[in-house]
């Protein structure tokens, strides 16, 4: 079975992992300061603070800029439930704008109709690897004095008109959760060129710590350890090479998907460099094979595939307990639900093994189509 995600991990995650055990420092050290300069240095930011994971990586960016109870925050129905739920943590309330169908990001459109005087946020997901219109959103962020905040925990390396994700916002948050294009295990990072964001962080990231043992606000312990930041470090060398294995792998399924009816393969705006966290094709209503008959023969047949997601944020039980719909419908975010499937693009699927995914949908919708009855043509 090739799986839909998998991490790729080599001997020289073994032997940083093996240094840092061996050095005795295992929680915050220099392993942890050494991915922090790097990875800054490769987004091409001011700062970069290590955390616990991407999760807290939101958390504590929306913390530091003050975001808390009778807030509003704009963001996407459509994504990992950790990024609305950070802005319900802050005691803030979600405000779900609709997605572009092309990008599944948010709709700088859908956006603006939404902002009211309790506006104080815009969270843009670069959803599956893919950067969202951020030009737009920064100027609707200044337009009404917004925060503009990047969740980049799909998007390591991808890049918005030259730049890259992690630096177009005023911060950022990563995941190096396992199956992430980079990973450290769990982690994540805050990037942002703001020296009061890096430093809030920094101290709620580790009990409102100032100084050693002088604690000056409520914070938590959501470090980085030195085992993480030393796989990290490795893996950062390697982004670039398995981002490009990646594309490569959404090349060749392309080629071959773009001819095959039922089937939208993912598009890449002239603007963006996508990354392919996931290979997400929609499954349309011309399809002769639903979504799931779909990804069911696919296993069948050895392929692993996933829903990401198969929900909007609002139709997730919680978020309908609380009452917190789309305000103006999110018919694209729910549609994209029904419609979208994960293909394994990974660095470690091969060429071939790529084609032969591609080739077997092909080959699957056909024996549907053949298989289904003809409609009658009339006459
Ligand atoms: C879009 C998005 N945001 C946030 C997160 C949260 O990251 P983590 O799992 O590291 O807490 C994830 C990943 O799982 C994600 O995909």
Redesign the pocket.
């Known amino acids: 079975m090739i799986p839909v995600a998998r991490p790729f991990i080599g001997e020289e995650e073994l032997e940083a992992v093996a240094r840092v055990l061996r050095s005795g420092v295992l929680a915050h050290g220099p392993e942890v300061e050494e991915f922090e300069r790097e990875f800054a240095e490769y987004v091409g930011v001011d700062y970069a603070v290590a955390v616990?994971?991407?999760?807290?990586?939101?958390d504590l960016i929306l913390r530091a800029y003050g975001v808390g109870p009778g807030d509003e925050v704009i963001t996407t129905p459509f994504?990992?439930v950790?990024?609305a739920n950070?802005i319900l943590h802050q005691g803030a309330r979600p405000v779900f704008a609709d997605i572009d169908p092309a990008t599944y990001n948010l709709d700088p459109e859908r956006v603006v109709e939404l902002v009211t005087s309790r506006t104080r946020a815009i969270i843009a997901?670069?959803?599956y690897g893919h950067p969202a219109d951020m030009r737009p959103l920064r100027e609707i962020a200044e337009d009404h004095h917004l925060v503009l905040i990047e969740?980049?925990?799909?998007a390591h390396g991808a890049l918005y008109a030259g730049r890259r994700t992690g630096s177009l916002g005023d911060a950022a948050?990563f995941?190096?959760?396992a199956?992430?294009n980079m990973t450290t295990g769990?982690?994540?990072m805050v990037t942002t060129n703001d020296r009061r964001v890096a430093e809030k962080v920094r101290m709620h990231r580790d009990h409102g710590q100032a100084a050693k043992y002088l604690h000056v606000e409520l914070g938590y312990n959501l470090r980085m350890t030195s085992i993480a930041a030393a796989i990290g470090r490795v893996q950062l060398r390697k982004l670039e090479w398995m981002n490009e294995r990646r594309r490569e792998n959404a090349r060749t399924m392309t080629g071959i998907l773009s001819r095959v009816e039922g089937v939208e393969p993912p598009v890449e705006m002239p603007w963006a460099r996508h990354v392919y966290?996931q290979y997400v094709v929609r499954v349309t209503p011309e399809a002769p094979l639903g979504r799931d008959e779909l990804a069911e023969e696919l296993r069948r047949r050895g392929i692993g595939t996933a829903v990401?997601y198969p929900r909007a944020i609002p139709d997730q039980p919680l978020y309908r307990r609380l009452g917190i719909d789309c305000p103006r419908g999110c018919p694209e975010a729910r549609r994209a639900a029904r419609e979208v499937l994960s293909l394994p693009v990974h660095p470690g699927v091969t060429v071939d093994q790529a084609r032969w995914i591609a080739e077997t949908v092909e080959e699957v919708l056909r024996e549907a189509g053949e298989r289904r009855p003809r409609r009658w043509a009339g006459g």
């Open positions: 616990s994971s991407g999760t807290a990586a939101l994504s990992f950790a990024t950070a997901v670069h959803l969740d980049a925990a799909q948050a995941s190096f959760y199956t992430k769990e982690g994540g966290h990401h």
